[in-house]
Structures are given as structure tokens and as C-alpha cells.
């Protein structure tokens, strides 16, 4: 049974040191907050950041938009008192970083439910070294709990000695490897952030690229890219009227009692189908958004 398609265009980061715009995050049309405990937080402020993160998600307000906690590591000296307090703290989510192995999560996991942690509360990882591309494949299957993967490129490319070139060629075989793992175990995986917020045009081609690669969305860093990744990342009117008119011709074919039909000279088969629905899933998803 196939999950419920849920927008996750624009996943924009947020420094949970940063009262002002945990309050901001709450008016602002991402998909998705991480609401961050880790390296947008100097480690003098952790303690107080994860207390600011707390309050800010249990005053609320913030909607639809999916929330999740980025906690620091278990190796860290705040690692283990983050995911206690994430357990319960009311987020869709909590994203670990650095994951390279099953064991991770399964440590992770452990904490979580032993801080009392629902049963529903999802756990991305974050893969961002050689090794963890290396080893997604046992990442992705170790728990039934996982929900998405997060690409970790500026990180990846410092680990490769790699340049950060516009087409990310360097990258592209951990990308693939990732992309691979997400959808053979039927998990969302969101694009690594575009540091260079004068690079409008730069940007602009990251997004395309990853969504021709697979992804369901990019990860942020500031709110002037949240537009252009929901634009990137969302079906055209014209790619759903075209998914519809699919649907429309494969069902009519059904009920003739024929096995093919042809939509504009094209051969459509049940695969083009099932992308065509999830198209227009997915962008009858992003209009209850009001987005």
C-alpha cells in the first residue's frame, strides 16, 4: 500500500538559537522546517536553542508545514539529551546527522523510544561522507521508521576533495547511489542546500537538476529560495492536465476491454499511469496547501 503523497518542495532550515525566526518560520510557504539543533547553533547555545526549539513547537502555528528537528549526533556531548527532549516535543520528525551505518539509526531509534517517542514519529538521516553513500543501501532498510533521506553535499564534497561544480558531476555517483536506496525502500529524499544566495541562476539549475534526477525536493537555507524550489519541484499545469488526460485514456481503455491505448502517439502502459497519478496526487497535495 502506497503512502500518501506529501509536498516536500522546499524544506528550509532554521536555527533553533534564533527566536525571531522560529516565530518567521511560521508565515513562510515551505513545505517543511528544520528546526536546527546542530551546526546552525554554536555549542555554547545548544542547551538554550533546544529549550527555544520546545517552546517554539509547543505554542504551534505552524500549520501544515511539516516540522523536524535536526539533533546533534550521539557521539556529541548534546546528542543523547536532544533526542530525549525531540522524543516528545510534538515534530513530524527528527533528522540525525552524519548517519553511516544501521547501527546509528538503530541507536537513534532506541533513545527515541525510550524517551517515550509515539510510534509515528518518522527518522531521517542525513548522509553527507563517502562512507554513507557507501552504505545507504543497509541505511535505508534499517528501520521501518525512516522516512526521508537528506543529502548532505557541501559536506560530501569537502569529504571528496571534490569541486563544487554547477552540474555536480563529482557527486553524481553518491547522488545516484542515495536516489537508488530511497526509492527501492519507498522513501522520500530531499536535494543538499545551495550556499551561494546571490547565485540566483545557479540555484535555479540546481533545482532542475535534482528534480531530473529524482528528488522530491530541496533542502534551504534562507526564505528568498523557497519560491523558486516550489516552482522547480511541482508539476506544471500542463504536466497534469497531461497526467490526467493518461488516466483518462487508460481507464477508457479498461472498460473497452483494451489491453494498450496510445495518448498523442505515445504507447502508454500501467507505469505511465502509475506516474501520471502520482503527478496529480502530488499536485492536488501542494493546492490544499494553498500554495
Not at 112 to 138: H, I, K, N, Y
Not at 174 to 197: E, F, N, P, S, T
Not at 201 to 228: N, V, W, Y
Amino acid at each position: 500500500m502506497s503512502l500518501p503523497v506529501r509536498p516536500r518542495r522546499s524544506v528550509l532550515y532554521m536555527p533553533g538559537a534564533n527566536a525571531r525566526a522560529l516565530d518567521k518560520a511560521r508565515t513562510l510557504p515551505a513545505d517543511g522546517l528544520i528546526l536546527d539543533l546542530e551546526d546552525a547553533v554554536a555549542p555554547d547555545a545548544k542547551p538554550a536553542a533546544r529549550d527555544q526549539v520546545l517552546a517554539a513547537l509547543a505554542a504551534g502555528g505552524y500549520g501544515a508545514r511539516e516540522t523536524i528537528i535536526r539533533v546533534n549526533g550521539l557521539a556529541t556531548p548534546w546528542g543523547h539529551a536532544d533526542l530525549t527532549a525531540a522524543a516528545t516535543a510534538g515534530a513530524d520528525a527528527v533528522l540525525i546527522p552524519k548517519v553511516e551505518s544501521a547501527d546509528a539509526v538503530r541507536q537513534a531509534l532506541a533513545v527515541l523510544d525510550g524517551a517515550g517517542a509515539p510510534a509515528d514519529l518518522s527518522l531521517w538521516c542525513m548522509l553527507e561522507t563517502p562512507r554513507a553513500m557507501l552504505r545507504v543501501e543497509e541505511i535505508a532498510g534499517a528501520s521501518p521508521r525512516i522516512g526521508c533521506l537528506v543529502l548532505g553535499t557541501s559536506d560530501l564534497a569537502k569529504e571528496l576533495h571534490a569541486a563544487h561544480t554547477p552540474l555536480r558531476l563529482p557527486m553524481l555517483t553518491g547522488l545516484g547511489l542515495c536516489l537508488l536506496a530511497a526509492r527501492a525502500y519507498g522513501l522520500a529524499i530531499l536535494d543538499g542546500v545551495h550556499l551561494d544566495l546571490q547565485d540566483e541562476a545557479g540555484f535555479a539549475t540546481a533545482c532542475q537538476q535534482g528534480r531530473e534526477l529524482g528528488f522530491d525536493g530541496k533542502t534551504l537555507i534562507h526564505p528568498k529560495q523557497i519560491e523558486p524550489a516550489n516552482q522547480a519541484f511541482a508539476p506544471t499545469a500542463a504536466e497534469v492536465d497531461q497526467a490526467r488526460k493518461i488516466i483518462a485514456a487508460h481507464e477508457a481503455a479498461r472498460r473497452a476491454g483494451q489491453g494498450v491505448v496510445v495518448v498523442d502517439g505515445r504507447l502508454i502502459e500501467n507505469l505511465h499511469v502509475a506516474e501520471a497519478e502520482r503527478q496529480v496526487q502530488l499536485a492536488e497535495a501542494i493546492a490544499a496547501l494553498g500554495a
